[in-house]
Every structure is written in C-alpha cells, then in structure tokens.
C-alpha cells in the first residue's frame, strides 16, 4: 500500500478513509467512488453522538505511523489497521468528557501537531 506521507494532505487519489461504522450512506457513497472505507467501531467510553467519530478514535500520523486510542474491543481495528501495513500506536483510553474525549482530534501538519485543550 502507497500511504500518504504528510497526514491530511494525499499526494493522489485517496483509496482508503476511516469512517465511523455507524455512516453507512456515507461509506456506500465514498465505495460507490471507488475509496475503501475502514469501518471504525463505537468507543464505549464516548458519548452517543460522538461514539463513532473516527477523528476521536485514530490520528494518521504521516507514512505509515498511526495513533489509535486503547481500549477494550479494539482489536478488530487493530487488526484491520496492521492488515493494510499501518504501524500502530496505541494512545491511551479516551473518557466521556472534554479534553479526555479529544486527545487524537488534531492535525499533523509536517512535524507539527496542532491541537488544544
């Protein structure tokens, strides 16, 4: 697999997206366009609306590098993940309340995360 080397910043046509699992007319119309989507699973520790959200539950961190928030039930993901050649980084368990919920929700630009509390 070609990974895109600056994170959110694809060089070419995007192939593959994470996209929570509960969007299904979103991933049929992202494959529909020919883009794999890797379905992320509901974070128990998330509220509801945002359980999800797969920018709360995985960061790219450029190439090949990827953060993904620990957990039980993960290992699917994990799995998926290592199956396309990521290299995964496990961050610690997310919690229901901000900033617990929202430590992977930034943006690696070069080597720079932006982010905030």
Known sequence: MRFVQNSNLPEGPVR????GE???M????L???GIAC???PEYPGLPAPVACHADLQLCHLGGARIAVAAGRGREGLLEALRKRGFSV????PLTPD???DVPLNCAVVGKVCI???
């Open 89 to 92: 980084e496990a961050a610690g």
């Open 31 to 33: 494959e529909a366009r």
């Open 115 to 117: 982010g905030g509390k």
């Open 26 to 29: 979103l991933i049929a119309a």
């Open 98 to 100: 901000y900033p617990g």
């Open 22 to 24: 509960r969007y299904g």
């Open 38 to 40: 890797l379905r992320v």
């Open 16 to 19: 593959l997206c994470a996209v």
